[in-house]
């Protein structure tokens, strides 16, 4: 049941696309925000805790679902995953200039030991930050040309699928890389 977790986020925008295109955008709206909420006290029902980047995106979700009733303007809505990118890609960008690395600061936390040397770790996330940029730039152009439909697919499961490619070809770079360094 928790690898099937990751499936909770898609139901504010599921539910936003199927109630702006059978009801006002009031209503998508409220929904998707109230949805938003519910994601997140059944991620806490379910593992006992809710982990930060859930608490990044319900709080996106609230606070640009509330602009945009406000507004009376979808956009904001649909801006969260752009948001979430940046502010993700600002995070490791940030640890990256501490000169720390996010994963080897985790598998510390989890008490295992790294398979890898410390600089694939900083290179692959380096990597996933031009990644998460490339594609919260390219969530904002579809917010705001596409339409909620094609915005709801690149927003589930066009990023996996797009992530899964991109990591195809990150682990081809890193064995080029770690065979490279023998």
């Not at 599921?14 to 006002?24: N, R």
């Not at 996106?60 to 303007?73: P, Q, R, T």
Request: charged share 15%; net charge positive.
């Amino acid at each position: 049941m928790k690898n099937q977790l990751f499936l909770l986020s898609f139901i504010p925008a599921v539910a936003y696309w199927y109630l702006e295109t059978h009801y006002t955008l009031e209503v998508a709206l409220i929904g998707g925000i109230i949805l938003g909420l519910l994601e997140m006290f059944l991620e806490k029902k379910l593992t006992g805790h809710v982990h930060t980047l859930s608490k990044l995106n319900i709080s996106l979700i609230v606070v640009l679902g509330l602009i945009s009733l406000f507004a009376k303007e979808g956009i904001w809505f649909k801006l969260q995953p752009t948001l979430t990118g940046i502010s993700v890609a600002s995070f490791f960008l940030y640890k990256k200039v501490r000169g720390h690395s996010l994963m080897m600061e985790m598998m510390t936390d989890m008490k295992q030991m790294s398979p890898l040397p410390i600089e694939v770790y900083k290179i692959m996330e380096w990597h996933i930050c031009l990644f998460l940029i490339g594609f919260a730039a390219f969530m904002g152009k579809v917010a705001l040309t596409e339409t909620t439909a094609n915005w709801l697919f690149w927003k589930t499961g066009g990023f996996y699928i797009v992530f899964g490619c991109f990591m195809v070809f990150e682990m081809i770079f890193l064995q080029w890389y770690l065979r490279r360094k023998r």
